[in-house]
């Protein structure tokens, strides 16, 4: 199995009482658009990925990987979780913050 290594440079967390996606129920998704780059800087792949949650009793299906096709192209992948599981998911795909937000004035 092939493995990629992208910086994720952007995202969206969407979050419904009641939204569906054709007869599918999705009341939260995560969006976010990664890059890989060469040792110049430059971008040499893009990715897309959308993370659907489901409703914790829903069946969920396997994830579905479209590497890009040439060079250029942008690379998709799509995967659902259960509901339940996005506090983990969003912890996993922000990774560190940076200081600034108020964090360490909250002690004071």
């Known amino acids: 199995m092939a493995s990629f290594e992208a ?3 952007s995202y969206n967390i ?3 009482s009641h939204f569906m996606i054709g007869t599918e129920n999705v009341p ?3 969006k976010l658009k990664a890059q890989s780059t060469d040792p110049a800087g430059g971008v ?3 990715w897309e990925v959308d993370c659907r949650f ?3 009793t829903a069946a969920v299906v396997s994830p579905d990987i479209q590497p890009p096709a040439q ?3 942008v690379g998709r992948v799509m995967f659902q979780k259960h509901l339940r599981e996005m506090p ?3 912890v996993l795909l922000t990774g560190d913050e940076p200081v600034g937000e108020g964090e360490l004035l909250a002690g004071k």
């Open 71 to 73: 060079p250029g192209a």
């Open 54 to 56: 489901r409703p914790d």
């Open 7 to 9: 910086e994720i440079v």
């Open 88 to 90: 983990q998911i969003i």
């Open 44 to 46: 040499t792949t893009r």
């Open 28 to 30: 939260a998704w995560i």
């Open 14 to 16: 969407v979050l419904y």
